[in-house]
């Protein structure tokens, strides 16, 4: 969220696209990058227990060359393990696939960076890509999360979604949990873990 001096929060669907189509997302994005290893580096200085961060990450930076490297140094910069940071990338990556990209995000997965596939279940994928990308988890896109209890297509896309996740191996998400109704499936779904409004919480 951008908090604007006069304009007041705003959220990441207004600023986001302006800043890719100036390209400003590129600087942007390895501010983020930077900005959130320096967070974990103070906090685990302070004893506190660290999970991964997570920070999206935008088709555009991932059409740098050099991006790799910024996630590299800044790791190196403040003294973390890979773990401790997770980059979220949306469906849309998969417009742009190639070889080049394939390897771009093994460098990235290579030094211990967590990936995962954000919006799963609104675009592009398939399991071609899901194959041949080294994805770690899969967020089940919150439109169908939160459809689960009156929709039974959005249902058994769930099902279907967590069959497949749990047959490839990678942990599951499942976002859009804000409230109570449907706070209960996440963990009965066997979900990694639940995201939303309210506080996220791990499911066993």
Known sequence: RWHHPERGRQSPG?????????????PI??????????????WRAAGLDVVPVAVNVSLIQLAVGNFHEVVR????????????LSLEIT????????????????????LGVRLSLDDFGTGYSSLLYLKQYPFDELKIDQGFVRAVRGDAYSRH????????????????????????????????????????????????
């Open 91 to 110: 469906e849309s990556v998969f417009e742009r696939a190639s070889q080049a990209l394939r390897d771009h995000l093994q460098a990235i997965h290579d």
């Open 29 to 42: 994005g390895e501010w983020a990058i930077r900005e959130a290893c320096r967070c974990i580096h103070a």
């Open 14 to 26: 207004t600023f986001i696209p302006v800043a890719e189509q100036s390209q400003l997302i590129v």
């Open 157 to 204: 896309v769930v099902q279907l979604v967590i069959g497949l996740g749990q047959s490839l191996g990678v942990d599951l998400i499942a976002e859009g949990i804000e409230d109570d109704p449907v706070r209960p499936l996440a963990p009965r779904s066997r979900c990694a873990a639940a995201a939303g409004a309210r506080s996220p919480w791990r499911c066993q």
């Open 73 to 84: 140094d800044a790791l190196a910069t403040y003294d973390l393990p890979g773990w401790a």
